[in-house]
């Protein structure tokens, strides 16, 4: 069953802006926190934000601070990634994740803490 789906991504110019969605589809899918990570081909996956299902408590990569802003929409049981002035170096697969229970903000930057993952969306910036 996909339990989280991504949206949002496209071929873009640098400086641009996209809004990505991570929907969770079942009304019965809850998480503790959902976390937004990327990936480029050759190489590793990395984080980029996350945000408690309260709300609460965000945290993102430092290359992306001030960039992109991740919230979340309870009542759609969904999560944004605004991400603005892209850059080339933001091309990847962007792939949303979900905890299934509580983790500390130290691991919810870590990909092998969560437990449910999107099929990802490219973001494409060309320069």
């Known amino acids: 069953q996909v339990q989280l789906v991504e949206s949002g991504g496209g071929l873009v110019q640098a400086g641009d802006s996209l809004r990505l969605s991570c929907a969770a589809p079942?009304?019965?899918?809850?998480?503790?926190?959902r976390g937004w990570f990327r990936q480029a081909p050759g190489k590793e996956r990395e984080f980029v934000a996350a945000?408690?299902?309260?709300?609460?408590?965000?945290y993102y990569a430092d290359s992306v601070k001030g960039r992109f802003t991740i919230s979340r929409d309870n009542a759609k049981n969904t999560v944004i990634l605004q991400v603005n002035n892209l850059k080339p170096e933001d091309t990847a697969v962007y792939y949303c994740?979900?905890?299934?229970?509580?983790?500390?903000?130290?691991?919810?930057?870590?990909?092998?803490?969560?437990?449910?993952w999107g099929q990802g969306t490219q973001v494409t910036v060309a320069s």
């Open positions: 079942e009304r019965t899918f809850s998480s503790y926190a």
């Open positions: 994740a979900a905890t299934s229970g509580y983790a500390p903000g130290w691991k919810l930057q870590r990909s092998d803490n969560y437990d449910y």
């Open positions: 945000i408690t299902w309260s709300g609460r408590n965000t």
